[in-house]
């Protein structure tokens, strides 16, 4: 052991330059690239309580959606990760999430988001009542019904930023359906746009994020609204002059109207270089409708994206019209789901199921805690009872 304490000092014993004549190769075996078998890192279960994690859907200022499994149901499902710090920072970002999840327990229809379950990662804090317990939690859980894509990657996947007549006819029913399904339980969305609009694998679409949504008051004499913070291409002009109160249900109908015009054109009625330029074209109300799109579309644009919210078309006006009550024909092809941004994935397969294999399939000498991340030691799920059942 006394050769061995004495053995590095052997190296002064080389003159000096000496030792880099002898080659680093005597020191590190070199291999050629072609002998390296790469392997994936396998994927890692995670579970946030019965909840299989599956990959990223997406990514917003608030947090992300991934993709889920429920692992005693086997339903796909979406969950929106939100986490405090990020929610922080965005004006009225946690009264919006409060706001949405309280919206979202109530409704029940089949063209608006389903909130199916609500989680809370507890940071080792005792459980609280719910709202308290919401400011408590380093992350809130959104578990909502799946759906494969969203209106506007569709609309972004074709050079022309529209759809067929037929298929935007069939999608703009059931923004209607679910609009009036909203406003019956005193609910205005406020931000209507093709970015909030989700379809699942069968074409039903559904209304998403609550977010800026306003619960009229039950006994409410009318739809009086004082706050907007909705996307600007797609606001009115009583919003863009600045009017202090306006009709909320009316806003809606603006736009729908806008997001029809967008699906059928490609384009937007109203543009600026700037959010000031832009709400200064809304506030003068002067827009073109292409000829392409025929008289009876036409008409039905024109009486959505009237100025005056009076005269605006309400939901009953928009049912009779001739255009809404019109059998379109299938005159081009459809436009398809485009397959998943990041694997490319045509059929949009179910990404939990790498983390199911791995939950199912590790060995016993495999330590069991590396299923579950750190921040996940104690998950809260609310009592939760979905509406209607």
Not at 55 to 77: A, I, P, Q
Request: aromatic letters at 10%; proline letters at 6%.
């Amino acid at each position: 052991s006394r050769m061995d304490m004495q053995e590095p000092q052997q190296l002064g014993m080389f003159a000096e330059g000496e030792l880099m004549s002898v080659g680093m190769d005597t020191f590190i075996h070199r291999i050629d690239s072609t002998e390296v078998i790469y392997q994936p890192r396998r994927k890692r279960a995670k579970l946030i309580g019965k909840y299989l994690m599956g990959d990223l859907l997406g990514e917003g200022s608030y947090g992300k959606v991934k993709e889920m499994l429920d692992s005693e149901t086997l339903c796909r499902r979406a969950v929106k990760i939100l986490k405090k710090k990020k929610l922080r920072r965005i004006p009225n970002g946690e009264a919006n999430v409060k706001k949405e999840i309280q919206l979202l327990r109530r409704l029940r229809h089949k063209n608006v988001i389903q909130l199916v379950d609500v989680l809370y990662n507890e940071e080792k804090q005792k459980i609280y009542p719910f709202f308290t317990h919401f400011l408590n939690s380093a992350f809130t859980y959104m578990v909502m019904e799946y759906c494969v894509c969203g209106m506007q990657e569709m609309l972004d996947s074709v050079p022309e930023k529209r759809f067929p007549v037929f298929q935007a006819h069939g999608y703009f029913c059931q923004l209607i359906d679910g609009l009036e399904y909203l406003h019956s339980q005193g609910i205005v969305h406020k931000d209507i746009k093709p970015g909030n609009l989700l379809l699942t694998t069968n074409g039903t679409l559904k209304i998403s994020d609550l977010g800026v949504a306003e619960a009229l008051h039950p006994f409410a004499e009318d739809d009086t609204c004082r706050t907007s913070q909705g996307s600007p291409a797609f606001q009115p002009p009583e919003i863009a002059n600045g009017l202090d109160t306006f009709s909320g249900f009316k806003v809606d109908i603006w736009s729908a109207g806008v997001t029809l015009y967008n699906i059928t054109t490609g384009l937007y009625p109203f543009e600026g270089d700037n959010i000031y330029k832009l709400f200064e074209n809304i506030g003068k109300g002067d827009y073109t409708i292409p000829e392409d799109c025929g008289p009876p579309l036409s008409d039905l644009l024109r009486g959505m994206l009237e100025y005056d919210p009076a005269k605006r078309f309400s939901i009953q006006q928009i049912r009779q019209h001739n255009w809404f009550r019109k059998k379109h024909a299938q005159a081009e092809a459809l436009v398809p789901i485009p397959p998943s941004p990041e694997t490319k994935d045509r059929w949009r397969s179910m990404t939990a199921v790498p983390y199911l294999e791995d939950l199912h399939g590790y060995n016993e000498e495999d330590d069991d805690d590396d299923l579950y991340g750190i921040e996940d030691d104690i998950i809260y799920t609310q009592d939760f009872t979905v509406p209607g059942r």
